[in-house]
């Protein structure tokens, strides 16, 4: 089987990767029309284009092969018994469709090297080894594993193991922008996107929807609620009631049982995104958490008396983070994943806490927040979005978080000066507060009612800390100091773990 798909992709990156092609984020690299021809305009497949392409080949000879997407890679999946030499399509014994009852292989590495080539087919496990291999002091190389990567995700990757699910995947990968370096103002979107691309995008996820296909595949959901946000349809501005999923199961009572909690539909496929990745991936998944938080700083945003929402958007993003921390780290395995921080500090910065001057001006200035409470409340939440980098961090003895530098453009220090002292003060005595934590209705903030982050996991966040003092202080200033990593449990602190890598 190994030999099959490495003959296989081989032969595909050979013929579908154009040699003049740099093969870095080509926009449409991916798209349908890609995948079917093979080189189209100068594009080339990409690797989840390659590996779907594989895994198709495959069938097609007659094998039981499965496309396997983490939350930034694929590979291919196969039944990790013996295979019948009269039907290669079946296993010997049953399976019972667990991660572990499949061996994978490596398919999408780029390149026609004899080293790539070379690694195409191998048990995902072994990228490890290799790496392991190339920096044998390096101790972050000697942790990580197929297990505990995010790129790979290997106990919680999705399965597409129907049809559907990697005819899904590949709607869902379809990018709809025209032209990604003309954006609308502040928000980063691109200003010339493809309307005909979208509703048929949308169209086509919808009937896979209706036919089940979706229904553990928190991507095309994701994709279905982002397409109805842009472009949206009929069936996409009904409301729909979201209860089941945003019950708090700790207050138990009749009331809360009758209540119901309407949404639109696209904010429901994206409460669904993260619905099942909590129930069928153990919470593995950080991108449901930041679709969903997106979807409410927009809204926020575009609507002042839905103020909440930003509040909720930060829940979201702090979400994000703490699923992020779980990972063991490396650079090149959470090169995105650091990437999407960052993006989110950013977007947190200019699109919540800072608004544009009045009567036109230029530049901005910070927001005023019409309710007190949601100005605490979120201060809580960007505490809780920035503790679980800490706590990454300190898991990992050594810095690499680049938002926790402190020169970097959207540094702690310049993110809470933007918030009033007071507000800072309050939602720092929130945080550690020891009344009785009062028991909401709802597990998502509502414009009813506002849940609040508390106990920090991360030392450097501990009560009475040096970091905490300086986020109550009229000026907020964080040095080097402040943010030095706590002492290692030899009691001493390594001179290069002093050190914050420079990205600037």
Known sequence: HRQKVQSLSNAIWKRCQNKSSSMQDELHANSLYVCLCGDVDG??????????????????????????????HAYESH???????????????????SNNDYATCEVAIPGNTKASQSKRGRE????FIDLQKQSPRLQSRKNITAETSWLYMKDNAVLCDNAGMALASLVGNMNCDIDKQKLVGES????????????MKRDMLWVLYDAGCIDNFPFALMELGECEEHLSSPR???????????????KDDATTKADETMVLQNEYFFLLAISISKKNYKDAQAYPYLYAAHYHRDAGREDQSQEYRLVESMRLYSEASRVASQYRYDEKDCLQLMKHMTTVASLIAKDILLLPKEAGGDGKVARTWKSRENAVAFATWLIGFIDSLLLWEE????????????????????????????????????????EEEHQTRLTAISEEELIYFKHPRSKRLSKGGMLMQALTKKKVVINEMVMAMPCISSGERSTRQRKRFKTD
């Open 236 to 250: 996409g501005l009904e409301w729909v009631d979201a209860s089941e999923m945003l019950r708090n199961e700790g």
């Open 124 to 127: 995902i496990s072994e990228t």
């Open 79 to 97: 039944f990790l018994e013996t295979l019948s030499e009269e039907n290669p399509s079946k296993p010997t014994t049953s399976c019972n469709n």
């Open 43 to 72: 594009k080339s497949l990409d690797c989840f284009g390659a590996a779907l392409s594989t895994v198709i080949g495959m069938n097609l000879l007659g094998y039981a092969s499965i496309l396997t997407l983490s939350e930034d």
């Open 395 to 434: 898991n990992e003895e050594k810095q690499f978080v680049e938002i926790l530098g402190t020169h970097h453009k959207h540094s702690l220090g310049k993110g809470f000066q933007l918030l009033p002292e007071d507000i800072r003060v309050t939602a720092v005595d929130k945080i550690y507060s020891q």
């Open 188 to 199: 980063g979107k691109p200003q010339v996107v493809s309307g005909a691309l979208y509703k």
